[in-house]
DNA sequence: ACCGCTATTCGCAAATATGAGAATATGCCG
DNA sequence: CGGCATATTCTCATATTTGCGAATAGCGGT
């Protein structure tokens, strides 16, 4: 990679992810394991940064819009449905997985 | 614990507790630690069943009713959202944890 | 057989997420 | 500054989930 090939549609794309990963190892730490205990709304901005994508562009790969993605990379949504994360996740190659993990004892509801 | 205390209303759900679990190692296994990779629907009827709770009675904690708790956990039913699986994994004392893992490069979607 | 409890399924109203387009920021670069 | 691409927010109609009650079926004990 020698005289900056030819600015493909990824050129702002790589503007945003050096915008947020630049130089921020723990950041990208973070994001090579997408397991980390982040809000929904995180995983899903990540995922999609990392896949080198717009809003509208895995919008398009879903079959949605940019507004909806938008929405649901919105940091105040608790609306999410398995379906749309199924559906994102396919699209990005990946796989959704859900797990109950026991509270600690400390912040019961109720003891029974 | 001696002389069958008082029969309580958590009886009937030893009966089914039994008939789910008596005598198979595995599925205890499976119930121990909720983090097997199982459909959501297994998930929540063995995290229900293992708080030794009812349809009826898990609908009550959660704040529904038990054909709502039916339906999420039935095997055909695909339409879950996060709302009500946090509400249900509160009132059991779990936490729900999302994780979007890499699919096999074997069975991806399209190369870029 | 009956009784009691459970789980499952149906119907419908209400709440909510989605699909879609337009309008408004924000940031980057020439 | 002026384009240009992005992200965000708004509004609407549609699709889906949820809430709730009632009716049905299955199973176990008396």
Redesign the interface.
Same mark, same amino acid.
């Given at each position: 990679m020698a005289t900056r090939k030819k600015r493909t549609t990824t050129d702002a794309v790589q503007i945003l992810y050096r915008r947020y990963y630049q130089g921020r190892p723990e950041r990208v730490r973070g994001l090579e394991e #997408?397991?980390a *205990?982040d809000s =929904?709304a995180r995983?899903l901005t990540a !995922?999609r940064l990392h896949a080198g994508l717009t809003q509208r562009q895995l919008a398009k790969l879903v079959g949605t819009t940019a507004s909806a993605i938008c929405r649901l990379e919105s940091a105040d949504y #608790?609306?999410?449905? !398995?379906?749309m994360?199924n559906r994102i #996740?396919?699209? !990005? *190659?990946?796989? =959704?997985? $859900?797990?109950?993990?026991? $509270?600690p004892h400390g912040k019961? !509801?109720k003891s029974a």
């Open positions: #997408a397991r *205990d =929904v995983k !995922l #608790a609306g999410h449905s !398995l379906a994360l #996740a396919i699209a !990005l *190659d990946q796989r =959704v997985e $859900l797990r109950f993990t026991p $509270l019961r !509801l």
